[in-house]
């Protein structure tokens, strides 16, 4: 939250080996840069090591980003590390998928507005036309796509392609109630974000709130994820939860679900957006502030 | 936690209609009863309603329990109430069932001999000699019961013969790592309650923790049930939760989870020997402090 | 959250003697009223009793409002009682007063416009001209009243005449960044809430994220509470909180904050409008959800 | 909680500077060690630097005290740097002291016993005599030392020859219901722990839980902190809360803030023992699991 006009952020994994740390630290030093933040994760159970640096030049200089890949790569590839540079100046593009209900979509679109997400919203895609007055209120494109059993590839080819003219850096289901094609789950993978609402693995698939109520839990919780093809059991980015009794029926566990929902979906796309997750395998590495 | 000397507590449940409440509110100031504690709650889904109050004589009479129950008996009857009576003096006999971990049992005890928990304990039972000690220094006696697959039975029959010697009030599944007989859950309907490591319904059976490493949850939990021969599908009594991330390994897990089981399961324990669980069909309804 | 058209809530204190429920629920049952929820409490250490009773009619008959005053008053008066009754169908009418920060504002007019919360907002009333886009958006009324110090007497007249024309049953301060005066304090007791963005009685007065950044703590919160003419030392309804670390500087905090102040301001207006708060010398007994 | 036989900790700290993080990772790797866990904090208020590493050998040579010590302070002495290094397998000398009330001397010596806590306790001292069995049965040595207005210089002489025979590394106010002296404070600066039951800085010094009471409050917590000579204001380390509300009398919120204490307490002697503290100015940096 600091000027971020001149900083930059590192992601960077590879298979755990020694001078790992080393390899980038060292870098970033040599070519006079200032070290803000890191976070590193060395996973001895699958043997990955991950690693997240803020730095900002330590002097007037121009960031030359050609001459640091050019440099880094060679260091970076005696490690086998993958890795990633971005401006934290760049905002990312997202593109909201929503079906009827607003929570998710009005609380996104108010951290928008006031810069507390440093994103741009291209575009908001709905399978319903309930939303556009609040999309339009906004000033960002609704684009009302109705979807059926018939037409959902068509749909979904609109869908792609309303993602990829916008260059969209991330796509985040904010309750689109519409199952995803396999195919567009695979499109999609790592750079989608859904909310269920339900602490899953509990509750997966429809209506979680009347089975949370079925069960009679005693805490009531969402769970923001990676889209992938199998339903609900995406990448867990991030899980809220609240306590509730015996009183709460259905809609009152939906109503206490919503804050919920919009505190769990907007830490994860905040995490997204500021390069703090790592997908690896079936989980995530988030270094949360 | 005021004097419980002459307090008493009566529950009482039936299907809802007009005049539940004033059925048991009238009754009780006829017969001059102060009322310091009133929970109901009517169940519009099921149609039933449930209600607590705890009262004192307000004048120095003794208490005439046999009248009370004759009298009011006619009251209730006249509404297919069930209802029981309780005197908050009375200090419920809890059996403790447990293996190895010893960190339900630890604060169970400490919560006993302080007073905390205003329970006897006349038994502890195990099927590992392990904890003798810590049984001993409490001055509680320790039966060893060890359990194979053969001697199953003729184990649960001990057990079985130990809780009614004992008048057992409750048995407390304090990390038992053994699954009781159907016929044995049976006997123990509404009389056993079970603390299990995770949010239930997430991660049901053998070793949740392990169970919630694999899915990369960001939050560990656990669940206070009362034991049916469902395995881990008992009614809920109480949840508890706090947050986690990804450098939790199992055992990270376990050692976070120890505490919130400890705190879970004697929120439990509370409740029910202060008679604040009404345990209906599958649910519970808790009117908790 | 069920259908409120017909149903009712009476509110009623007074000193603790036997009888005090009594009086109540068999008033509402010789009437043939049928009894969703109640809650009371009596407090040993200044011996008054609370009770609030939601309640409907169960028959087809028209509330006869004038009989029930008539009735009832004569039992209340008896014991001392003071009472209210409300129909759950009445909208509250809340005067919301802002400044520049919106996150609270934004909040309330979510819930209002989704019905979340159901209450009327005739009036936004602002020293700053800023959030006036948003009231307009939401077809309500924006009064933009500057103030200085010369001016605060006439200001404050011109705000009380609006919450008198819109005939406001409550007032919210949703990060109003102006001292009330003593007067306009005692005229407002009991019907305005204010949120101070501090967990009370921590850091009172101005800046309270950069009182609690230089003190160092590791939870950040808010706290909702009525009005009074001595500052921050208003009877408190609500509390939110959330852990925090060294890494956040006061702009964090206060980012970290928003979330909390909205979610513990609507907690405390939602349990206003619904009856659910008693204000009884320095303190509030609230009958929360 | 990895195998910490051969693990090592490196804490350090100094002005903010560009290199700083490189002086030491780059020295860990040439010496062949890999860094399992890395923190580090840059604070731009302040400008100051913090940083934290747990490594270990990469091989099966045996760590080399003297030459680690020689060798990196001529490159920390570049940065102003102040370093220490810890063993992981080193048990922390945790002396305790407490009056009469007894959850948190019994959490910790629950989670010293069980190794859950990595510490020997060498003493616990009192100035009651109350708790004396439940040290004996930990096999603790107990010391009873009355104190009066009188006699505290002497009763204080008494307690530091104890810390200095025991060679402590940490003392632990376990609720210890005795205000130190100034001169006590300096000495124990920095390795003196202390639970407060409240959250600071609200209700300082003496009956917390009673001043929170009367305050009305719905949340109550503890604040685990340094000791200092400035009573109740030492720097945070840790900070617990739970909500409550109007029906908690002071021994309600004792009884809750108990659970608190012993969780807030035991999570900041942990991150003491475990290196993951820094001390500076009034505050604490802590990098805490």
Redesign the interface.
Known sequence: ??DTSQTHIITAHCPSQ?????VV??Y??QQ???????H??????VNHFFIRIQFRP?NEQPFDLALFEREFNERASAFNMQWQLASSAYKAKVVIMVSKH??CL?DLL?RYR?G?LAIEIPAIISNHPDLEALAK?HGIPYYHLPISKDTKPEQEAQVWQIIQDSKADLVVLARYMQVLSNEMCQKLSGKAINIHHS?????KGARPYYQAYD?????V?ATAHYVSDDLDEG?????G?E?V???Y?P??LA?KG??IEC?TLSRAVRCHIEHRIFLHQ?????F??
């Open positions: 939250m600091s020694p001078g790992t740390v080393d630290t060292r970033l030093y006079g840069f200032y070290i803000n933040e890191i590193s994760f060395d996973d001895t159970d330590n607003d929570h009005n108010y006031t507390d209120w602490l899953l693995p509990g509750f069960r009679g839990v005693k805490l919780g990448p867990i980015i991030s899980q939860v306590t009794d015996h009183s029926y809609k009152d109503a919503r804050d505190l079936k989980k995530t590495v988030v949360a502030k």
